[in-house]
T-cell receptor, first 112, second 114 residues
Framework: SQQGEEDPQALSIQEGENATMNCSYKTSINNLQWYRQNSGRGLVHLIL?????REKHSGRLRVTLDTSKKSSSLLITASRAADTASYFCATGVTGNTGKLIFGQGTTLQVKP | DAGVIQSPRHEVTEMGQEVTLRCKPISGHDYLFWYRQTMMRGLELLIY????????DSGMPEDRFSAKMPNASFSTLKIQPSEPRDSAVYFC????????????FGSGTQLSVL
C-alpha cells in the first residue's frame, strides 16, 4: 500500500523559479527520502532526512520534515530544464526493517 | 562499480508464458528489493531480501509470482503464468548497512504481456 501522498501531482514552472513539492505520510518513520526519476529510467536517490532532523540541504535541494504533521517538503531552488523529472518521497517505516514505501510522485516540468 | 544490473531491459511475451526477470545487486549490498511500477498503482514493493533471505513478501500479488536469491550477487523474479495485468516496469534495487538506507535502483525491465 502507498503510504506517501504527494502534492501537487504535477507542477510546471519556468527555468530559474523555485519548485516545492510536498509529501504526507501516515505512520511513524525512521527516515524520509526523496528520489528522482527521469522518463524511462530508474530512480535516483537525492537526499535522506532522519526522523530527528528538521531540515537538510544538498546543493540546490532543501528538505524539511515535520514529524508532528507527518509531512515533508522538497524545495528545488533556481530550477533548470534538466530538473524535469518525477520526484518521489519514500518513508522508512518504524518497525519495518529495511522496507521503504514510496509515494505516488510529483511530475515536474521546467520550461526553458 | 557498474551499479544494479537488470535483464532483460524489455520483455514482450504472450499470456500464459513464464517470465523470468534477473537482477545483480551492487557488490557488498546486503539488501535487495523488487518493485513494480504502473501508472495506476505507482511504485509497489513486491518483496525484499536481507543477506539472501526473504524478509517481507507481503507485496507479492499472488502465487503466480515468486522470487529467489540463491546468492549475494543474483536474484530472480518469476511470473508463471503471466497475465496482461502483469504488464509494468519491474525495478530491482539494493542497499547496504542499516535498514531503510538509500536505495540504488537498476534501470528496470519493461514487461509487456500480450
Amino acid at each position: 500500500s502507498q503510504q506517501g501522498e504527494e502534492d501537487p501531482q504535477a507542477l510546471s514552472i519556468q527555468e530559474g523559479e523555485n519548485a516545492t513539492m510536498n509529501c504526507s505520510y501516515k505512520t511513524s518513520i525512521n527516515n524520509l527520502q526523496w528520489y528522482r526519476q527521469n522518463s524511462g529510467r530508474g530512480l535516483v536517490h537525492l537526499i535522506l532526512i532522519r526522523s530527528n532532523e528538521r531540515e537538510k540541504h544538498s546543493g540546490r535541494l532543501r528538505v524539511t520534515l515535520d514529524t508532528s504533521k507527518k509531512s515533508s517538503s522538497l524545495l528545488i531552488t533556481a530550477s533548470r530544464a534538466a530538473d524535469t523529472a518525477s520526484y518521489f518521497c519514500a518513508t522508512g517505516v518504524t518497525g519495518n526493517t529495511g522496507k521503504l514505501i514510496f509515494g505516488q510522485g510529483t511530475t515536474l516540468q521546467v520550461k526553458p | 562499480d557498474a551499479g544494479v544490473i537488470q535483464s532483460p531491459r524489455h520483455e514482450v511475451t504472450e499470456m500464459g508464458q513464464e517470465v523470468t526477470l534477473r537482477c545483480k545487486p551492487i557488490s557488498g549490498h546486503d539488501y535487495l528489493f523488487w518493485y513494480r511500477q504502473t501508472m495506476m498503482r505507482g511504485l509497489e514493493l513486491l518483496i525484499y531480501f536481507n543477506n539472501n533471505v526473504p524478509i517481507d513478501d507481503s507485496g507479492m500479488p499472488e502465487d503466480r509470482f515468486s522470487a529467489k536469491m540463491p546468492n549475494a550477487s543474483f536474484s530472480t523474479l518469476k511470473i508463471q503464468p503471466s497475465e496482461p495485468r502483469d504488464s509494468a516496469v519491474y525495478f530491482c534495487a539494493s542497499s547496504s548497512g542499516q535498514p531503510n538506507e538509500k536505495l540504488f535502483f537498476g534501470s528496470g525491465t519493461q514487461l509487456s504481456v500480450l
